[in-house]
């Protein structure tokens, strides 16, 4: 069972108030309470059809499963380390508020 590296790398760039979390966009610069984990430079998308294919594993077989805390998680243990360290070794993340988020859409 693994995922992706935790979104608390980005702890010390929110706060909580009265049981929000705000955090800083990268882009617009605004405090919000809407601000979102996203990959950057590098998507998502990109980091995963590259792990894929370095694996040589065909996507069909990668059993997922979404557990209690609603977090999509690999079943297969040794993919499951394989694509976390992989992940872990090439992602980098920017806070983005919600409208920004949107605006850049999938930007591969």
């Not at 992706?4 to 929110?14: D, G, M, N, R």
């Not at 077989?61 to 979404?66: A, G, M, N, R």
Request: charged fraction near 20%.
């Amino acid at each position: 069972m693994c995922h992706f590296k935790s979104s608390s790398v980005y702890i010390s760039h929110t706060d909580l108030s009265d049981n929000i979390y705000y955090g800083v966009c990268d882009h617009c610069k605004i405090r919000t309470d809407n601000i979102t984990t996203d990959h950057f430079p590098i998507p998502f998308k990109t980091i995963f059809e590259d792990f894929i294919q370095l694996e040589n594993i065909e996507v069909s077989i990668i059993d997922v499963y979404q557990n209690e805390s609603n977090e999509i998680r690999i079943s297969n243990k040794d993919i499951a380390l394989k694509w976390r360290i992989y992940h872990d070794k090439m992602a980098s993340y920017r806070l983005l508020c919600g409208p920004c988020n949107s605006s850049f859409g999938a930007y591969v």
